[in-house]
């Protein structure tokens, strides 16, 4: 067992390392807790094998720097072997050529961006977007 003063020392230092990591990759933090309240939600399914395929597409773009830090990714929804980001605003090059990294994520056939301009008001208000 450590000594009290040294086990303080050592909580406050992790403390301040998770809250510095959740602020600089805060855009992707917020993409997460969004997809945690969705799947926490009664009448959800758990563990289904379409829940774990979204779980490692956004494992994939949290591994990958571009995307984790674009603020203008709102939401990933992950619909059988298609991943359809939602952006804001005009599509960005940048994110288009690490669209690659969704694209080899096991059981991924089609990765598209798709603008939240471009989407009907109807399907809009049923995704989860972080504001």
């Given amino acids: 067992m450590l000594p009290k003063f040294?086990?303080?020392r050592l909580r406050w230092g992790a403390t301040v390392t998770v809250l510095g990591a959740l602020i600089t990759n805060r855009h992707d933090s917020t993409r997460w807790w969004q997809f945690l309240r969705r799947?926490?939600?009664?009448g959800t399914e758990f563990g289904t094998p379409q829940w774990w395929t979204e779980v490692r597409v956004r494992?994939?773009?949290t591994l990958d720097r571009t995307?984790?830090?674009s603020p203008a990714i709102k939401d990933i929804v992950v619909d059988g072997?298609?991943?359809?980001?939602f952006v804001e605003g005009?599509?960005?090059p940048e994110i288009v050529r690490h669209l690659g990294s969704l694209?080899?994520?096991?059981?991924?056939?089609e990765v598209r961006c798709v603008e939240l301009s471009d989407v009907p008001i109807?399907?809009?208000e049923g995704v989860s977007v972080a504001d």
Avoid: F
């Fill in 67 to 69: 995307l984790r830090r």
């Fill in 103 to 109: 694209q080899r994520v096991k059981g991924i056939r």
């Fill in 81 to 85: 072997d298609e991943v359809v980001l």
């Fill in 6 to 8: 040294l086990s303080r």
């Fill in 122 to 124: 109807d399907i809009a």
């Fill in 59 to 61: 494992a994939a773009v």
């Fill in 90 to 92: 005009a599509v960005r």
């Fill in 39 to 42: 799947t926490a939600r009664p």
